[in-house]
């Protein structure tokens, strides 16, 4: 097995991340265009199908594993391959298990969401890409125990680039829904089968009741707090389905989906190496320290001036390209959907930490209560508020995770606000520079372009100046990473 120290574990992670970063970042900037076309070719009602659809498989999804995957990754000692093939059988079973009813059901669920034919036949391609996407769990797993992240980009900088090259080609000729259908389709196909190339492993089949207890004991809690997470936020997506008009459920969708971009641009990439870097060192107290603080630091950095930024400027891109003008409902939501991203995004290294010593039913708790809060706020504050109580719900709950550090610390004596002052202190700066000047500065779609540089430019500049040692040494870790074999 090999051994992990806060040396190699910093190395392989900092080479992770910038593989990971580095090499989806076209991917990225494709998906954003891709997102560009389709709100100007699709509908708001598109848009409510899509969010309503994938919200239903994604509901399916949690119940496919019961948290094996992340027992196998949090493990200390090396998984067994009879391991490997019990928690493989087990998910393969669970799979079976809920596509066959899925199909069953399917008449029903299009009668409960009003969908169109083209709607039930975009449930029926998640449902094959839900299966599809199960025969890459343990290939998956192996590479990131071992931090080979690296290694793991290639199948998804392959997949995401079928599925957005072939959502923009289809839009762009007018087959609206259908283009969902062919794109998720395409990009299970691809996904599974460079997964097996990429990290080849023989699929097969075993059982045993004391292994899989054994893996359940740890996965079992794991997977509580995934299923609470689930009812928190996508079944409350399947709920507003319901109650809302879908051309209301697009403009939560589409708010939701550009108020997220940034986590998906840099930090999915992030936050996925933190759970497996911790888990290899949580027999070092000093230095899951290091690595709690530096993540808050690395999330703070991009994530704050980056939400900052799409409060403040998407509102004009709505006024000068006039196919936008249908989402400037989507606003307010916009604006509260980016502020839970800040604290969202700043509670996930504190909730892998607790994962990766063990503590999954400490998070159990936390997301009991959160579960709870989210499903007593939206449906007041739909009442009140209509759509726009989804965003706002969904806000003051993102506030409540951070409750999570006080309890965090008593395993380790981290700090919470000192990573993320300067980049907070830097940010309102920005902020303030956006706000004063944008009446004056903005006037087309060129000057808010050049709006969006200059903001760019004095955040990079006072951000380095506030904190040149911790970029400083990042560089460094980044250079003699890419250095090291």
Request: glycine share 4%; no cysteine; charged share 15%.
């Amino acid at each position: 097995m090999e051994d992990f120290n806060l040396d190699s574990v910093a190395r392989k992670s900092v080479k992770s991340i910038f593989a990971l970063v580095s090499r989806t970042f076209l991917i990225q900037i494709l998906g954003i265009v891709s997102s560009l076309v389709l709100a100007l070719y699709l509908s708001p009602s598109d848009f409510g199908i899509f969010f309503i659809v994938s919200s239903v498989v994604v509901f399916l999804n949690y119940f496919s594993d019961i948290g094996l995957a992340a027992s196998l990754i949090q493990k200390k000692e090396e998984p067994s391959p009879r391991d490997l093939k019990i928690a493989f059988t087990t998910q393969q079973f669970l799979v079976i298990l809920l596509v066959v009813p899925a199909l069953i059901l399917s008449p029903f669920i299009q009668d409960f969401f009003n969908l169109t034919s083209q709607g039930l036949l975009l449930f029926y391609a998640f449902l094959v890409s839900f299966l599809l996407s199960s025969l890459k769990t343990i290939p998956t797993v192996l590479l990131e125990r071992k931090l080979d992240f690296h290694k793991l980009v290639l199948p998804q900088i392959a997949e995401n680039l079928v599925y957005n090259v072939a959502l923009i080609i289809l839009a762009v000729n007018g087959y609206g829904l259908m283009s969902f259908v062919v794109a998720v389709v395409l990009r299970s196909i691809v996904g599974l089968v460079l997964m097996y190339i990429v990290m080849p492993w023989r699929i097969g089949f075993a059982w045993d009741l004391e292994s899989f207890k054994k893996m359940a004991s740890f996965g079992l809690p794991f997977q509580m707090n995934s299923l609470l997470a689930l009812v928190k936020d996508d079944l409350i997506n399947i709920y507003i389905g319901r109650v809302l008009p879908l051309h209301q459920v697009g403009y939560v969708g589409f708010a939701q989906k550009w108020a997220y971009m940034p986590l998906r641009l840099v930090l999915d990439n992030v936050i996925k190496i933190i759970f497996p870097s911790l888990s290899r060192l949580q027999h070092d107290e000093e230095a899951l320290k290091k690595v709690i603080e530096k993540s808050l630091f690395a999330i703070a950095l991009f994530i704050m001036p980056t939400a900052i930024g799409i409060i403040l400027i998407t509102p004009y891109f709505t006024e000068f390209i006039p196919k936008y003008a249908k989402w400037q409902p989507a606003l307010i939501s916009l604006a509260f959907f980016s502020l839970n991203s800040v604290f969202g995004s700043l509670s996930t290294p504190i909730t892998n930490f607790l994962y990766a010593i063990g503590k999954s039913k400490i998070t159990l708790y936390f997301m009991a209560f959160w579960t709870l809060l989210i499903w007593i706020l939206t449906p007041v504050l739909v009442h009140i508020y209509g759509y726009n109580g989804v965003a706002m719900a969904s806000f003051i709950v993102s506030v409540s995770t951070i409750s999570i550090y006080f309890v965090a610390r008593k395993y380790v004596r981290f700090s919470f606000f000192t990573p993320i002052f300067k980049p907070l202190i830097v940010t309102i700066i920005m902020g303030t520079f956006i706000f004063l000047t944008k009446d004056l500065l903005i006037n087309s779609l060129s000057t808010l372009f050049i709006e969006i540089l200059l903001a760019a430019g004095l955040y990079f500049i006072l951000i380095y100046i506030f904190a040149k040692k911790e970029i400083d040494k990042t560089f460094l870790l980044v250079k003699e990473s890419m250095r090291s074999k």
